[in-house]
């Protein structure tokens, strides 16, 4: 009985897998070819001239190399900025343009080193006298974009300026003589519905003699201010209080750096000088910066819902978004 049972359990099992594999059949999907977009990726921060990038979306399923992001980028467009007094042309400017000085400054303003901006030739459009037009907190800036048939407009504010009131770095572990810790703050938002702020942070210590990786021994930690996922909030919840948070350290996108991949990964280390960043920012630019990082933070995920991001660009799409910055430091003991 016991053999017979045997068998006959073999014999479904194949039946089974027969059945399962004859009901597999390769489906096709032709998706839709969509007309494609001009992207804005704009920002004007106080004190500082305005950026913007002009760029053409891409299909999903479309191959990325180096010859593609190249003609991405929207050359010879009219484009221009209204600070609510006087109208400015911004003018194309590439990486391959300018001078050393000029890519210096370049550098500082995007956060790339010249060596990757040599490389990608990368095209903006900035004033053509960078010291005529800078933010101003209080007042609205409105960009403008023509390009043949497309007609882009966005517009954003420089908000007043919420410092913050203290920022600390602690060590989150319990674990005895541990020097791996998150930064701390606290902030006071002012009695107004509708304010947002994003954080920034970039260690501008250097890599010791003895780190890991050879070819980072003697560099810049971090080269550019870095935003983690979950950077942005709202009042929504404290409107008119003083409150604390705290943050980990956020990497560059596709880092190889040995602290981003081994168990430093996230967190600020002792000896580590931090530069922080804290921004005032307006209600539709955080709307935007918030659904960008909640797509990033779901990539991959199959229980994620899809969903399009909340631009401010009207007639394309992208932001461009208005910061009201001020700066601080920690040593991190």
């Excluded at 390769?26 to 921060?45: H, N, R, S, Y």
């Excluded at 990964?265 to 918030?290: E, N, W």
Aim: proline residues 5%; contains cysteine; aromatic residues 12%.
């Amino acid at each position: 009985m016991r053999n017979k049972f045997i068998l006959f359990s073999s014999l479904f099992s194949l039946l089974l897998s027969a059945v399962l594999v004859s009901c597999e059949k390769e489906i096709t999907v032709d998706l839709p070819t969509a007309k494609p977009k001009i992207v804005v990726e704009g920002f004007i921060f106080n004190d500082q001239p305005p950026l913007v990038m002009l760029t053409w979306s891409q299909g999903y399923f479309q191959p990325i190399n180096a010859a593609t992001l190249a003609n991405l980028y929207l050359h010879d467009a009219r484009v221009t900025i209204n600070d609510g007094l006087n109208t400015y042309p911004l003018l194309e400017r590439c990486t391959s343009d300018l001078t050393e000085a000029e890519l210096e400054l370049a550098s500082q303003a995007l956060g790339i080193p010249v060596s990757q901006l040599v490389a990608l030739n990368l095209c903006v459009y900035v004033p053509e006298n960078i010291f005529d037009l800078v933010g101003v907190p209080g007042r609205i800036y409105t960009l403008n974009v023509d390009y043949q048939e497309h007609q882009l407009s966005a517009s954003t504010k420089v908000c007043e300026i919420v410092a913050l009131d203290s920022v600390w770095f602690k060590i989150v572990s319990s674990i005895p003589n541990d020097s791996l810790g998150f930064i701390f703050g606290t902030l006071t938002d002012p009695d107004t519905i509708g304010n947002a702020y994003r954080w920034y942070a970039k260690r501008i210590n250097h890599y010791p003699s003895w780190a890991e990786d050879e070819e980072l021994i003697g560099t810049q930690k971090d080269f550019n201010f870095i935003a983690p996922i979950g950077s942005s909030l709202d009042d929504a919840f404290y409107n008119g209080l003083s409150f604390e948070f705290g943050y980990y350290r956020g990497s560059e996108p596709n880092s190889s750096k040995f602290d981003d991949l081994n168990n430093e990964r996230g967190f600020f280390k002792k000896g580590d000088s931090v530069a922080i960043r804290g921004t005032s920012i307006d209600k539709k630019a955080y709307d935007f910066i918030a659904s960008l990082e909640d797509q990033a933070a779901n990539q991959g995920s199959p229980f994620s819902i899809p969903f399009n991001l909340k631009s401010n660009v009207t007639g394309g799409l992208g932001a461009f978004i208005g910061y009201s910055a001020t700066y601080d430091t920690v040593v991190c003991q």
